[in-house]
């Protein structure tokens, strides 16, 4: 049943993605200035701009260069840099990782703080504990990233003179100092996604603590830890989840500006150059690479349903 | 006449009392969201009267002020270029305001379209929109407007319209689902029985039964937009200088100089954060109050 319901989700999502193929594809093209004027204008010699265009194929017909694009894009090629002449695949294979583990890490950080805070805010409704949650997760989500990174660069510097490394560390020459300069901007990247996290959790578990189930287990004379944690949380956790998976857009789009603050080589800096360099199949290649994954990571929430609540059959 | 005077000034007193009553209730039942109610006011008035508050332009360079420490001669410093920082913390929020309220009230008006027409026409109208929707929804957010940022180019109104396009696409879904519901009530079926036009059931019927929805999602949706405008403006997509953008000012020089004038950093991004923690507040509370099905939205 799961296979079929997963088919089924993948066959509406292709016309999602064809539309999002569309706009990948026209967005990068309507951007005013062209690339090859770009490049030309790098270079101090004067050559045929319509030869160049040419040869990079982007005389031809805007629905001529999508077919051909799509063509490549179903057979895993998704062109090469016009800035590197690189293919973009390899280029993005190489920064991958770091945006990732960024995004891995943030992911973790945000589960580790909005889990129990939520929870204990559930449990403790219209305390100072619960007050307190509250107004730090609203907090949480008002405060810019790029200010609190900016703030944690700025005030260990002026009150204990500790200044971060800013030379990015390769994982290769040393993985506990490529984790290590991870965590701060992880962190960052956590605490705006923890505050959303944090208040779905305690409105679901507030909502479950007040069913029947509940007071029938509170009158079997059962710990409040097994109540709230296993007849709690366990029932409120889907909707969490389904804002897990919505969170993962959010994380990788903060990460374009952590990324910048901190100097870390990722995707997402990697695709900000891009369209300031109007370097189209980059920006095409990112932006369908991030999309798919989007795509493909809220069909697995889905599909994560049935393991957390056996009540779902698909 | 001598008589339809005092009656008429009784009745104001009375609504007066009533909607002093209502703001009082409001307080007391969501301190925090009466809180965020002053916040925004207070950034309202920044706004409209910033060439009364502020004592210098935003442009003002003050001779023999450069990058000077908080004072009483200056509040909050002023920054490398010798402007006061205060004076430009205020015209920001005109910025910030403007963005705002044009960029939600854009959206608003987009989304209600799109979202009643989609619920209400449904079939293949339905199907399309959904699935464009979907789609742009799939994009994250900072991408697809630095995306679309790139091709408008940098300027107050390309913010706002590449942040309405946004924002426009996550409400429509949401009003989407609100008109859905409200087409499932008797009164719509009574008001077609009666013969009544597309039209009408939808401006007469459909759209005052989502307006709190509306008002719920333009409260929550400000600190979102202003967020988002810092966020662009600090990657240099925002409002071209010397216009002070709060974004803007946290980004170039902002950075270059933090660690020596720290306070040219840490103001503006406090400005930001206060914005967004009182439209946050005040949308958190006026949703509980008006629809708490819309909790966790």
């Given at each position: ?22 706009i990948?594809?026209?967005l ?113 989500l ?104 919505t969170?993962?857009p959010q994380?990788?789009g ?61 | ?39 925004v ?54 910025v910030s305001i403007s963005v705002g309220f044009l960029t939600v009230t854009l959206a608003v008006l987009a989304a209600a379209a799109i979202g009643v027409s989609s619920a ?9 929109v959904q699935?464009v929707v979907d789609a742009w929804l799939s994009f994250p957010y900072l991408i697809i407007i630095l995306s679309v940022m790139?091709v408008l180019?940098?300027g107050l109104l390309n913010v706002v319209l590449s942040l309405a396009l946004l924002l426009a696409a996550t409400n429509s879904r949401v009003i989407r689902g609100a008109t ?22 939808i401006?007469?019927?459909l759209l005052?039964?989502v307006t709190a929805t509306i008002i719920i999602l333009a409260t929550i949706g400000l600190g979102a937009v202003i967020l988002a405008e810092s966020a662009l403006s600090?990657?240099?997509f925002g409002v ?35 914005a967004v923690?009182?439209f946050n507040?005040l949308g958190?509370?006026l949703r509980?109050?008006l629809d708490?099905?819309l909790?966790?939205s």
């Amino acid at each position: 049943m799961l296979k079929r319901y997963v088919a089924k989700r993948l066959l509406v999502a292709i016309p999602s993605l064809l539309i999002a193929s569309l706009i990948v594809f026209t967005l990068p093209r309507l951007i005013p200035g062209d690339a090859v004027q770009l490049m030309l204008s790098e270079k101090a010699y004067a050559r045929d701009l319509a030869e160049l265009r040419a040869k990079l194929g982007l005389d031809r017909p805007l629905y001529v260069q999508y077919v051909d694009w799509l063509g490549h894009v179903a057979r895993g090629d998704l062109g090469e840099s016009l800035w590197t002449r690189r293919p973009v695949l390899e280029e993005i294979g190489q920064r991958l990782p770091v945006t990732l583990t960024l995004a891995a890490f943030a992911l973790t950080f945000a589960l580790v703080i909005a889990l129990p805070v939520g929870v204990l805010s559930a449990a403790r409704q219209d305390t100072p504990a619960d007050f307190v949650a509250r107004s730090a997760a609203i907090l949480g989500l008002s405060v810019p990233g790029f200010w609190l990174a900016t703030l944690l660069i700025v005030l260990p510097a002026i009150w204990w003179g500790w200044r971060p490394v800013s030379e990015f560390v390769e994982f290769q020459a040393d993985p506990a100092g490529y984790l290590r300069q991870m965590l701060l901007p992880a962190l960052i990247l956590g605490i705006a996604a923890s505050a959303a996290l944090m208040r779905l959790t305690r409105g679901m578990l507030l909502e479950v603590l007040r069913q029947d189930y509940v007071r029938t287990a509170w009158a079997k004379g059962l710990a409040e830890r097994a109540i709230v944690l296993k007849h709690g949380l366990r029932n409120a956790i889907i909707p969490v989840v389904t804002l897990l998976g919505t969170q993962l857009p959010q994380i990788i789009g903060g990460t374009v500006v952590i990324e910048t603050v901190f100097g870390l080589p990722g995707m997402s800096r990697f695709l900000f150059d891009a369209i300031n360099q109007r370097d189209y199949p980059v920006i095409q290649g990112v932006n369908l690479l991030v999309v798919s994954t989007v795509v493909l990571v809220n069909l697995a929430v889905d599909a994560l349903y049935a393991v957390l609540d056996p009540r779902i059959r698909y | 006449m001598a008589r339809a005077k005092p009656a008429l000034e009784h009745a104001r007193s009375t609504v007066g009392i009533r909607w002093i009553t209502t703001v009082g209730k409001f307080a007391r039942r969501k301190p925090l969201g009466a809180m965020g109610a002053v916040i925004v006011g207070a950034m309202l008035v920044m706004a409209v009267f910033a060439e009364r508050i502020a004592p210098y332009g935003y442009d003002d360079s003050i001779r023999g002020a450069r990058m000077k420490a908080p004072s009483a001669a200056h509040w909050l410093g002023t920054d490398n270029l010798s402007r006061d920082m205060w004076s430009r913390i205020v015209y920001g929020a005109r910025v910030s305001i403007s963005v705002g309220f044009l960029t939600v009230t854009l959206a608003v008006l987009a989304a209600a379209a799109i979202g009643v027409s989609s619920a209400y026409f449904g079939g293949a109208w339905d199907l399309i929109v959904q699935r464009v929707v979907d789609a742009w929804l799939s994009f994250p957010y900072l991408i697809i407007i630095l995306s679309v940022m790139a091709v408008l180019g940098p300027g107050l109104l390309n913010v706002v319209l590449s942040l309405a396009l946004l924002l426009a696409a996550t409400n429509s879904r949401v009003i989407r689902g609100a008109t859905l519901t409200a087409m499932q009530q008797t009164y719509v079926e009574a008001a077609r029985a009666m013969g009544c036009g597309h039209a009408r059931i939808i401006v007469r019927h459909l759209l005052p039964n989502v307006t709190a929805t509306i008002i719920i999602l333009a409260t929550i949706g400000l600190g979102a937009v202003i967020l988002a405008e810092s966020a662009l403006s600090f990657l240099g997509f925002g409002v071209p200088p010397p216009h002070p953008s709060w974004g803007g000012m946290l980004s170039g020089s902002g950075r270059t100089y933090m660690l020596r004038a720290p306070w040219m950093a840490i103001w503006p991004g406090a400005a930001i954060s206060l914005a967004v923690f009182g439209f946050n507040m005040l949308g958190d509370a006026l949703r509980d109050v008006l629809d708490p099905r819309l909790r966790g939205s």
